[in-house]
């Protein structure tokens, strides 16, 4: 049974970082797009960061753009977002989703993903 675990949320200050790591089983993960979705309370999931296959393709959304950066090491099976110059605004639960495909692109629609974690909370204080 394919897991996707997450870790490395917390409580940080505005301006502070973290680095949030996702560890899958359990799957091919060299053969999967993966990426970080992000939900607030009474907001719609929406992408952060996803990498293609090899790691080469990348796509950022606009709001996390100079700040975060997404990583992967396909010999364990871990994907990384490292998140810089946090704001309050980024308080969400941030979740890790992987989908197998045969295309070196990236893409990053959550509705395109089969495997999610359970999430890792981050909270930002002004």
């Known amino acids: 049974q394919v897991q996707v675990v997450e870790s490395g949320g917390g409580l940080v200050q505005a301006g502070g970082s973290l680095r949030l790591s996702c560890t899958a089983s359990?799957?091919?993960?060299?053969?999967?797009?993966v990426g970080w979705f992000r939900q607030a309370p009474g907001k719609e999931r929406e992408g952060v960061s996803c990498?293609?296959?090899?790691?080469?393709?990348?796509y950022y959304a606009d709001f996390v753009k100079g700040r975060f950066t997404a990583s992967r090491d396909n010999a364990k099976n871990t994907l990384y977002l490292q998140m810089n110059s946090l704001k309050p605004e980024d308080t969400a639960m941030y979740y890790c989703?992987?989908?197998?495909?045969?295309?070196?692109?990236?893409?990053?629609?959550?509705?395109?993903?089969?495997?999610w974690g359970q999430g890792t909370q981050v909270t930002v204080s002004s």
């Open positions: 989703a992987a989908v197998s495909t045969q295309n070196q692109g990236v893409y990053c629609r959550s509705e395109g993903f089969d495997y």
């Open positions: 359990e799957l091919s993960f060299r053969d999967h797009i």
């Open positions: 990498l293609s296959r090899d790691g080469r393709a990348s």
